[in-house]
């Protein structure tokens, strides 16, 4: 019963979260879990495990949540660095090579970084406030 409640709570919390907000933790909750399998591979190959079945779920939904169509070039892009990311942690996790857990979690950490700034940008800023507008100013480019 407490963990259905903690469900509810988070899916409210998720909800009242810009897409920015989302993606970040996205990128942030796969980090920990691949620092954690990283952490315990050396121990515990079981949780190990978990840990990285977790991380790639989150590699999953960042792929689900691409919208190729409106993203362009850049969306195709992501897609293709996700799916790379996606095969070689299934091949570490396949050979317990906690050297390229740690590789596909520096990636996720530039991508973080990456998003952070976009994010933090004026133009960002200038989107987020008027995106209708931004599109049509954007398109004439």
Same mark, same amino acid.
């Given at each position: 019963m407490m963990s259905q409640g903690? /469900? %509810?709570? &988070? +899916? *409210? #919390? *998720? /909800? +009242?979260?810009d897409q920015a907000q989302? %993606?970040?933790m996205m990128y942030r909750g796969a980090? /920990?879990?691949? /620092?954690?399998a990283i952490d315990i591979g050396k121990t515990d190959k079981v949780k190990m @495990? #978990?840990?990285? @079945? &977790? !991380? &790639?779920?989150? %590699?999953i939904e960042l792929m689900l949540s691409l919208n190729i169509e409106d993203s362009g070039k850049m969306g195709e892009i992501l897609l293709d660095m996700y799916q790379r990311l996606f095969r070689k942690l299934n091949t570490a996790h396949m050979s317990d090579?906690?050297? #390229?857990? !740690? +590789?596909v979690r520096d990636s996720l950490e530039e991508l973080e970084e990456t998003w952070r700034r976009v994010f933090n940008s004026e133009e960002y800023k200038d989107f987020k406030a008027n995106r209708e507008q931004f599109r049509i100013k954007h398109a004439a480019r």
């Open positions: 903690y /469900n %509810i709570y &988070k +899916e *409210a #919390q *998720a /909800n +009242e979260l989302l %993606i970040l980090i /920990n879990f691949l /620092n954690k @495990s #978990q840990y990285i @079945s &977790k !991380a &790639k779920q989150v %590699i090579d906690r050297l #390229q857990i !740690a +590789e």
